[in-house]
């Protein structure tokens, strides 16, 4: 698919979804923001810790590669 296309759908249901929270009552307005605030913060959580686990992976496999060589110049 072309780039263009895939950008465009995407604008189009985020505009859907925000016609949706602008026909929502109050109390339910702020409970799905909330909602999206925590959702967000797990999102957060997961994705540093993901990072920080890969990380110390990749510290791991680095040490592991390292090899003493010997040279003779002689």
């Given amino acids: 698919m072309n780039s263009e296309i ?3 759908l995407i604008k189009i249901e985020k ?3 925000e016609i949706i929270k602008d ?4 109390k339910a307005l702020h ?3 909330n909602f999206e605030k925590e959702a967000m913060t797990i ?5 540093v810790s993901v990072m920080s686990e890969n990380f ?3 510290e791991d496999e ?3 590669q390292v090899k003493k060589v010997k040279v003779d110049f002689l």
Avoid at 23 to 26: A, G
Avoid at 43 to 47: F, G, L, P, T
Wanted: aromatic fraction near 4%; avoid cysteine; glycine fraction near 0%.
């Fill in 6 to 8: 895939i950008k465009k």
């Fill in 15 to 17: 505009l859907k979804y």
């Fill in 23 to 26: 026909m929502l009552p109050e």
């Fill in 31 to 33: 409970r799905l923001n």
């Fill in 43 to 47: 999102i957060k959580d997961i994705a």
């Fill in 56 to 58: 110390e992976k990749s």
């Fill in 62 to 64: 680095v040490e592991k």
